[in-house]
């Protein structure tokens, strides 16, 4: 199961990547959102699955959807033309990157104490322990994020409405 999650998440992710158009790119955003879902469910994390759904797929697409319509009411301009030494210099950085990413990944020690350990399963998340955790430990950070909502709501209406 974790390859299938995996892969849809990656595929995904590419293909978003790689797509010109802006709403078929959104589409496949939504796709490595489901994947990640699935993963958060491999990991006994049920409340993270169902919030990844509900706020990122649910909300987050909608309204990224919704102001890329709104704002998109003018012709994009060309592109440059292609620079052929930049594309290749930007895949040997990347190349770079990911190597030293897995050279990081693979010499963690959190995956060799899972090694050792064996794969046991994580004990199970539950609303209760979400609720009391966001609330008892992390009210600030939670207050913190609701202003910064607030704050780009505004900043989204001001957008759009020109004559306020």
Request: proline share 2%.
């Amino acid at each position: 199961m974790f390859i299938t999650f995996a892969l849809i998440t990656l595929l995904s992710a590419l293909g978003m990547l790689l797509q010109k158009n802006i709403i078929v790119a959104g589409l496949f955003m939504v796709g490595a959102f489901f994947g990640v879902a699935g993963l958060f469910v491999l990991l006994a994390n049920p409340v993270a699955a169902a919030l990844q759904i509900i706020v990122y797929t649910g909300a987050i697409m909608v309204l990224v959807l919704f102001v890329i319509m709104m704002l998109n009411s003018h012709e994009e301009e060309k592109a440059q033309s292609p620079r052929a030494i930049q594309r290749w210099l930007s895949i040997a950085v990347v190349a770079a990157l990911a190597v030293g990413a897995v050279k990081l990944v693979f010499a963690s020690p959190g995956l060799k104490a899972l090694a050792i350990r064996g794969a046991a399963m994580p004990e199970a998340m539950t609303l209760q322990k979400v609720g009391l955790t966001l609330f008892a430990d992390h009210v600030l950070g939670f207050e913190v994020a609701g202003l910064l909502l607030l704050a780009a709501m505004i900043g989204a209406v001001a957008l759009t409405k020109r004559n306020l």
